[in-house]
């Protein structure tokens, strides 16, 4: 059988858009579903094994990525839906009803497939002249229009990765921070990150 997703696979635990839902990876490998306002705990039958769970804008549907692809569930449960290949993704964030940024690989840059007719674009690539050896952790800015994402280097550990922004449109990226991983952003307007086991 597949063997379970290392420690390096992203957050195993998602609050939903409006604060009400929760979703999280149990013991057993699968992904469960917590609706507060009902007090109940559901297992997402077909996901075992699933990790870095990410919800729509609207809290409807979980995305989540396997060992060798990413799919989408409804929230309410059912039958999953194949979205597209991807060997050891790191990272998905759900951009708005038609499209969702992630990672293919460990060892690529960002991409952004359409949940309209599965295509994918290219949206970051890595920079061979400062060694760059991934891009990952993808999370929607506010606006709808930026995602943040971690750039580790070739030589650096991954708590001395460089936080980033890219321009979901143009594909322009700035450095916002240096020296952090797993990157994230707070309603107060702050930048959330990881580093030396501290948050």
Request: no cysteine; hydrophobic share 35%.
């Amino acid at each position: 059988g597949l063997a379970p997703p290392s420690v390096n696979t992203g957050m195993t635990t998602v609050l939903g858009p409006n604060g009400d839902r929760l979703v999280y990876r149990g013991e057993d490998g699968y992904l469960y579903a917590k609706d507060f306002t009902k007090r109940e705990v559901r297992r997402l039958e077909g996901t075992q094994r699933a990790f870095s769970p990410t919800f729509s804008p609207d809290g409807q549907w979980v995305a989540y990525a396997m060992i060798n692809n990413i799919k989408r569930v409804a929230f309410a449960g059912g039958s999953p839906i194949d979205i597209v290949a991807a060997d050891n993704a790191r990272g998905l964030a759900w951009v708005d009803d038609t499209s969702i940024v992630f990672t293919r690989s460990y060892h690529e840059g960002l991409s952004v497939v359409s949940l309209t007719d599965n295509s994918v674009r290219e949206l970051t690539q890595l920079d061979p002249a400062t060694n760059e050896r991934t891009h990952r952790w993808p999370r929607m800015l506010p606006d709808g229009k930026h995602v943040l994402f971690q750039v580790q280097h070739l030589g650096r550990s991954y708590e001395q990765s460089d936080v980033e922004v890219v321009d979901l449109q143009t594909g322009q990226r700035k450095t916002v921070y240096r020296g952090g991983s797993y990157p994230g952003y707070a309603a107060s307007g702050h930048l959330i990150f990881a580093r030396e086991r501290t948050l």
